[in-house]
């Protein structure tokens, strides 16, 4: 039976609210939730065995939040977390700020205290309700029994429906112990976003008359599954394409055609090309400052059409000559215009072999970019890298490959440190056959240490790269550069070893630090059955390069000095 049909004949009888609440998650059909149990919750959590519901005990609630996220990005379904009233409720705050940030369907579920007491300042009372609202897409707080089939259903269809996002759903403790027969609701259908002809009539005319086109797309291909939609548009037209840092693998990032990333820490080539371009298609991305770097010197000789689910975002920073809101594949689908651009491409391909990355750093200590270079290369297609924030998240973006959007999640929108262990957690019971490797920091794997004990619980088979360099080295990098290295606070010197606090938790572990261990450290990651973390001890002075500086244009770019 499908979940559509299950909503619209629920059972007459009475049930508990907490039986509803179960029954819901089964109807949409969830496999998994995160969370962590507690006092308002724990109704909930009576009704929760003998269930199909496969419930992930993290061992902090925002790692619950995370790991829905990273499990909603894989699966395109909403990711579920859950957590009691009061502090486990604003413990999910960051989760659900970074779902929010980079579009991510999830339904995160929290206690609350009993009907009666809301707004009394009852012990782990917090208006969670409103402390999210700036946060999700949408949000409810359940006064009735009966509308928990609805609501459930209703939240569902918020979170996964357009552009996807998170939706809260607060439970107070004496409606989930009510017992009472569901309301009847009708089923929640999709709506069609019929497509704009004159829109398509233009861009088509637009793409013709162009002699330097380039294709930008972003995190909007993954979320509308429009990856074979697009590969057809840059097989078609053969243009030049670049992508955000959300948007890596909506083509595979070793095509020919591919620039690389664009902006703050993209590719010189990509950058040169968007500044030279006549013609900026951009699909599924919304101009964010880390992508445009200095907005008025972005494209500034290009007419653009602008492709996106969402309405609000077509004109919200660069006026479009073409505007078109709707499923991107078939608008895509729609664009069979030939540019007369081969001089353009020629140009735009030496650029790329001019501008390519070098890996011959000298010295005999571990190279990240070479590291990550090789790793994602051995590890192949069935690879998913799930990063934390940092020099490595970007290095990852930089030097990995990347054959497909969802083998590469990142914390792009919020940028949160501590992303990295629990969306692995997530990615791998999304994708349990897939090869799952977290790259994180010293600063960042701090932040969520801890759910190594959910990994050694679950034997989840999670790949951990450490990047060890005993400083916070994005923030140090910028104090170097444009504080005149003014180093406050980044020194983390006294850190662990790492490896020895992975053993601790039960999880294998080992440590590198130099060049000539490489190649057997990849192979011993990959080929270990179980989790295993690699913590690997580079320079403390290695820089991300190139760089553009704050408020400049993406081609005034900052280059290592040789």
């Known amino acids: 039976m499908s979940p559509a049909a299950a909503h619209a004949a629920p059972a007459a009888e009475p049930k508990t609210g907490a039986r509803l609440v179960v029954e819901a998650l089964e109807c949409e059909g969830v496999r998994h939730i995160f969370g962590y149990p507690g006092g308002a919750i724990m109704p909930v959590y009576d009704a929760l065995p003998g269930s199909k ?28 977390c859950i957590a009691t009233s009061g502090p486990g409720a604003t413990n999910l705050i960051t989760g659900i700020a970074n779902a929010f940030l980079d579009s991510v369907p999830m339904v995160a579920i929290t206690g609350q205290v009993a009907s009666p007491l809301i707004g009394t300042d009852a012990f782990q009372e917090v208006d969670i309700f409103g402390i999210t609202l700036p946060i999700v897409k949408h949000s409810y707080i359940v006064r009735s029994t009966a509308d928990i089939p609805r609501i459930f259903a209703e939240a569902f269809h918020i979170a996964r429906s357009g552009r996807p996002g998170p939706v809260l759903i607060d439970l107070p403790k004496d ?14 259908v999709e709506e069609e976003c019929p497509i704009d002809e004159g829109g398509i009539e233009r861009a088509n005319a637009l793409i013709a008359e162009a002699r330097a086109p380039v294709l930008y797309f972003g995190g ?57 371009c006549d013609l900026l298609i951009c699909v599924g991305a919304r101009f964010d400052d880390r992508a445009t770097g200095k907005l008025d010197t972005f494209a500034p000789r290009a007419k653009v059409i602008h492709i996106d689910r969402d309405p609000a975002e077509i004109g919200k920073l660069r006026r479009a000559e073409v505007g078109m809101c709707g499923d991107l594949s078939q608008i895509l689908d729609r664009l069979t215009a030939l540019p007369e651009a081969e001089p353009w491409k020629e140009q735009c391909a030496a650029q790329k072999a001019l501008w390519a990355m070098s890996y011959d750093a000298p010295g ?55 992303y990295g262990v629990p969306a692995g957690v997530g990615a791998l019971l999304a994708e349990p056959e897939a090869t799952v490797i977290t790259v994180s920091g010293d ?54 070893d790492f490896a020895e606090v992975a053993r601790a938790f039960g999880i294998e572990a080992f440590t ?51």
């Open 364 to 418: 005999s200590g571990i190279y990240a970019p070479a590291l990550l270079k090789q790793l994602s290369e051995e590890a192949g297609d069935n690879a998913i890298f799930t990063c934390d924030v940092g020099q490595h998240q970007m290095w990852v973006a930089q030097h990995c490959r990347f054959t497909r959007p969802q083998a590469h999640l990142t914390s792009a929108g919020l940028g949160t440190m501590g």
């Open 175 to 188: 409606v989930v112990m009510l017992a009472a027969a569901p309301a009847p609701f009708e089923p929640f």
């Open 512 to 562: 590198i630090d130099h060049r000539s261990q490489v190649s057997a450290a990849i192979e011993r990651l990959l080929k270990t059955d179980g989790p295993i973390l690699c913590h690997v001890r580079i320079d403390p002075r290695e820089n991300v390069w190139p760089l553009v500086p704050p408020n400049s244009s993406n081609v005034q770019m900052m280059e290592k000095s040789r």
């Open 443 to 496: 600063g960042s794997i701090m932040m969520n240490i801890h759910e190594l004990a959910t990994i050694r619980r679950y034997r989840l088979p999670l790949k951990i790269l450490l990047l060890d360099n005993s400083q916070l080295g994005m923030v140090r990098q910028w104090q170097e550069l444009f504080f005149n290295e003014n180093f406050s606070e980044i020194d983390l010197a006294d850190n662990p």
């Open 220 to 276: 909007g291909i993954a979320i509308a599954r429009a990856e074979r939609a697009l590969r057809d548009f840059s097989e078609r037209t053969g243009m030049p394409s670049v992508a955000t840092l959300k948007g890596l693998g909506g083509v595979p990032t070793d095509t020919p055609s591919f620039l690389g990333m664009l902006g703050m820490h993209g590719m010189r080539a990509a950058n040169v090309a968007i500044d030279n």
């Open 53 to 80: 519901l496969e419930h992930i005990l993290v061992r902090h609630e925002q790692a619950a939040a995370l790991s829905a996220d990273a499990y909603g990005r894989v699966t395109g379904q909403p990711g579920v």
